[in-house]
Nanobody
């Protein structure tokens, strides 16, 4: 059974940093692509970043490019999202999701969003 557990959310001031973790179990980690998504109240779920554990490719939404960094630790079966220079508009529930796909990260985002297994999410709140 695929299990994903997010952690690391919290309250931070604008300009601050947080590191989110997505601990995975129940599937061959190195064969999956894992993405981070966020959803703010009243808004649609948005793809933030993705990493393919197959080829190491990464993807970032334009809104976070240059500020967020996604990494993967195979030994710990954990994907991290380092978030710097946070803005109030980054406030949302952040969730990770995974899918068995060999697509490069940019293409994997859509597959993960439709078919992936999801964690429960972690709240990130950025105050101005």
């Amino acid at each position: 059974e695929v299990q994903l557990v997010e952690s690391g959310g919290g309250l931070v001031q604008a300009g601050g940093s947080l590191r989110l973790s997505c601990a995975a179990s129940g599937f061959p980690f190195d064969e999956y692509a894992i993405g981070w998504f966020r959803q703010a109240p009243g808004k649609e779920r948005e793809g933030v970043s993705c990493i393919s554990n197959n080829d190491g490719s990464t993807y970032y939404a334009e809104s976070v490019k240059g500020r967020f960094t996604i990494t993967s630790d195979s030994a710990k079966s954990t994907v991290y999202l380092e978030m710097n220079s946070l803005k109030p508009e980054d406030t949302a529930v952040y969730s990770c999701a995974a899918d068995l796909t060999h697509l490069v990260a940019a293409q994997a985002m859509g597959v993960i969003k439709r078919f992936g297994s999801w964690g429960q999410g972690t709240q990130v709140t950025v105050s101005s």
